[in-house]
């Protein structure tokens, strides 16, 4: 159950569009979504929900601003009958790109190269890997439900739209923030080619995916419906796989059970790129391609772009690094490692 205090702000210490970091009495710190509940100034009395602190979770290092006591009330616009954080006091009329004006979904999606990943952080190497081969072709983010739901929280995705390699964000299902709002997974990639134009997309939840000591329950096991679905609709799954070489846990270290997992349950072929000179991985009816990958650390550091994963950055840990990146290099050459005409028995 969700627990509560009321302090005031001391200090705005970040933003950007959709965020406030902050700066509270308590001495901790909290986070502010301004297109759920409007923007905070010093001096602010607000209402904070302090569960995740509280619990010590990994990712809830910050407080989350639920009301600002200095206001009775406030209104962020409206964008459409549909809304996200349905029946929770936060709900908010997100509306969605398919009831928008004009829009008209893709009759299939054609060969569109798809990434899909485990973690939020596989998002950078995907990308700048992705880019480094393809760099006239638009990139667009498909940020699924299974973590963090409001967009705005991710700097690791601020940090790669701002480089330019990523060109466009959907949030999909109860997700939300993105450029542009679908219902769901597989909507949310036809609205990624209609409304946002991409040329190949790359699917992750947000931050803070969840996972426990059993088989199935973890928030990565939903690689295996993304597959499924872009498979269906035509696309080309490409699977960054979470492998590591400095996870101190054995259930991570080489090829994750998350991603062992999640594969073994697709109903749908998929490519897994790894890095050139590495076994191939040999998974249910996937096939496996072996790919040159860019120096991504490199690629990330000369565009500013920091990130890690279970805190261990590039350096730390460069086989979590190149096998992400060998999805996204082999997504930007998709027709050599998976033709129109596909090798793969569907």
């Not at 970040?14 to 100034?41: D, S």
């Not at 299939?108 to 190269?113: A, E, I, R, S």
């Not at 890690?308 to 950055?313: L, N, V, W, Y």
Request: some cysteine; aromatic content about 4%; charged content about 15%.
């Amino acid at each position: 159950m969700p627990s509560y205090a009321t302090t005031t702000v001391v200090a705005v210490l970040a933003e950007r569009a959709g965020l406030q970091r902050v700066a509270l009495a308590t001495g901790r710190r909290a986070y502010v979504l301004t297109e759920v509940v409007g923007p905070v100034a010093p001096g602010d009395e607000v209402v904070v929900n302090t569960t995740a602190v509280d619990l010590g979770l990994g990712t809830g290092g910050e407080d989350v601003v639920h009301w600002n006591l200095a206001r009775r009330a406030w209104s962020g616009g409206h964008g459409g009958h549909v809304v996200k954080l349905r029946y929770t006091s936060i709900q908010a009329d997100t509306g969605v790109a398919e009831e928008s004006d004009g829009y008209r979904p893709p009759p299939g999606l054609g060969g569109l190269p798809v990434v899909v990943c485990g973690l939020h952080s596989q998002l950078a190497p995907v990308a700048a890997a992705f880019k480094a081969g393809a760099p006239g072709r638009r990139l667009a983010y498909v940020m699924t439900d299974q973590a963090a739901l409001p967009l705005a929280l991710s700097d690791l995705v601020a940090a790669l739209r701002g480089a330019g390699l990523l060109d466009a964000t959907v949030t999909a299902g109860q997700a939300f923030g993105g450029e542009h709002e679908a219902v769901n997974l597989l909507s949310g990639l036809e609205v990624a080619v209609a409304a946002a134009g991409a040329d190949a997309v790359v699917v992750a939840a947000g931050p803070g995916s969840v996972g426990t000591a059993s088989a199935h329950g973890y928030s990565a096991l939903d690689q295996a419906s993304a597959v499924d679905l872009a498979g269906v609709a035509g696309a080309r799954p490409f699977v960054a796989l979470r492998w590591s070489g400095a996870d101190p846990r054995p259930r991570h270290r080489g090829l994750s059970h998350h991603a062992a997992t999640a594969l073994a349950l697709c109903h749908q072929p998929a490519v897994l790129a790894v890095p050139a000179g590495q076994p191939p991985v040999a998974v249910g009816r996937h096939r496996s391609c072996a790919v040159e990958v860019p120096d991504v650390a490199a690629l990330l550091a000369a565009r500013s772009v920091a990130v890690a994963t279970m805190g261990r950055g590039p350096a730390a840990d460069p086989a979590f690094f190149a096998y992400a990146a060998a999805a996204g290099a082999a997504a930007a050459d998709a027709d050599r490692w998976w033709p129109a005409a596909a090798s793969v028995p569907v």
